[in-house]
């Protein structure tokens, strides 16, 4: 078996952006004689990719052992000249300091919001949006780092304003309109030309209104578990119901009724629900590991549940998306089901489907090789026009 790179220490990143104003099917083939008969799991050995995911989740730390790669230098000192950026002598904020290597004790923002920022790996960049409304990418990253060599990517993590490890500015300024602002803030402050994109649940709604609002700034995009409007969350609302025990339909609830009382219930919510997210609900204790550091804001959660989930409905700009664009969806997604990777595949011109069998809501977990795969494929493929 081929053997990952040893990666660098992790290096953190902090980015001041401006806030913007009035901010408003294709199956993968199964390799003969691997699948079982009767059409069961097949019979296979773990590739690399899921080799090293494998091993960062089953590591007992809860994530402290991922040490992602450096971000080139280059990068700091784009978000240092970023034009239009002015010091604010009145905000300074103390960080922690992260778990995965040496932080910034102290960050003077300007202008707007210091955001936490982290990378993965070599090659071309590729901005990736984490969901969980009142999370951070911390999950995310631990997740797809180990996958950063698989895919001959640099992988761009970071934390939406007013989640996790960025500054939490009040919460009626985490309008999604702002944080697809701060996608196109975070590209410019690296000093990157067009990136792909890669944006996971939440992160792909966000990753969709990207691409459509700033179509010469994406090379490619690709969503996972995603939806163009509120109305997954009648679907989402029903299979829980369907699904759930009595703790986890409680749980559910209260997530999406308003009634968590503060973080810490936040968290012991959303660790009660994760088995709903996998298809094999036996990975929510790793899952639930991967995040021990992920940082909870109830209050940012509420506001995007209630004032922004409320009125999403991105599907009138899709048709604007002119890159290419791969929809994934796992075919046992509770909340983020099939039917709605198929609107958006229908909606966006030349998109392409993919549905991972054995995959809840969360492939690149579940399937890590065949989503390394598909989404290598997908990237070094022919493009439209070409």
Do not use: K
């Not at 992160?203 to 509120?230: C, E, N």
């Not at 209260?254 to 012991?268: H, I, K, P, T, V």
């Not at 664009?325 to 609107?343: F, K, N, S, Y």
């Amino acid at each position: 078996m081929d053997q990952l790179p040893r990666p660098r220490p992790l290096r953190l990143l902090h980015l001041a952006l401006r806030p913007v104003e009035g901010a408003e099917l294709r199956p993968l083939p199964e390799p003969a004689g691997r699948r079982r008969p009767g059409g069961g799991a097949p019979h296979r050995r773990p590739g690399r990719a899921e080799e090293a995911l494998r091993r960062v989740l089953a590591d007992p730390d809860g994530g402290r052992a991922l040490r992602l790669p450096l971000l080139p230098p280059a990068g700091v000192r784009h978000a240092a000249g970023l034009r239009g950026v002015r010091p604010n002598p009145r905000v300074r904020r103390d960080l922690p300091v992260d778990e995965g290597g040496a932080l910034d004790r102290e960050v003077t923002p300007v202008n707007g919001t210091a955001l936490h920022v982290e990378s993965a790996g070599e090659g071309d960049p590729c901005l990736c949006l984490h969901g969980g409304p009142g999370t951070d990418a911390s999950g995310l990253a631990r997740s797809l780092g180990p996958l950063a060599a698989p895919l001959g990517l640099r992988l761009v993590f970071y934390d939406h304003r007013g989640h996790g490890r960025s500054e939490w500015v009040p919460v009626e300024e985490c309008t999604q309109d702002q944080l697809v602002a701060d996608v196109e803030g975070v590209r410019q402050a690296l000093g990157l030309g067009p990136v792909h994109v890669l944006g996971i649940s939440w992160g792909g709604f966000l990753g969709l209104m990207y691409a459509a609002r700033h179509p010469g700034s994406v090379r490619a995009l690709a969503v996972v578990g995603a939806a163009a409007s509120r109305e997954f969350m009648a679907r989402a609302e029903a299979n829980a119901r369907r699904r759930a025990t009595p703790p986890q339909w409680a749980a559910y609830r209260a997530l999406w009724d308003g009634s968590l009382a503060d973080d810490e219930a936040y968290r012991r919510a959303f660790e009660t629900i994760r088995p709903l997210y996998f298809h094999d609900g036996r990975l929510a204790a790793a899952a639930n590991a991967a995040r021990a550091a992920t940082r909870y804001r109830v209050a940012v959660r509420n506001f995007l549940i209630h004032h922004e989930y409320a009125r999403y409905d991105c599907r009138g700009e899709l048709g604007r998306i002119s890159c290419p664009t791969l929809v994934m969806v796992g075919r046992h997604d509770w909340i983020c089901p099939v039917d709605q990777a198929e609107e958006i595949h229908r909606l966006i011109p030349h998109s392409e489907l993919e549905v991972f069998e054995g995959s809840g809501h969360s492939p690149q977990v579940e399937e890590p090789d065949a989503f390394v795969r598909r989404l290598r494929a997908f990237l070094a493929g022919p493009r439209p026009g070409a």
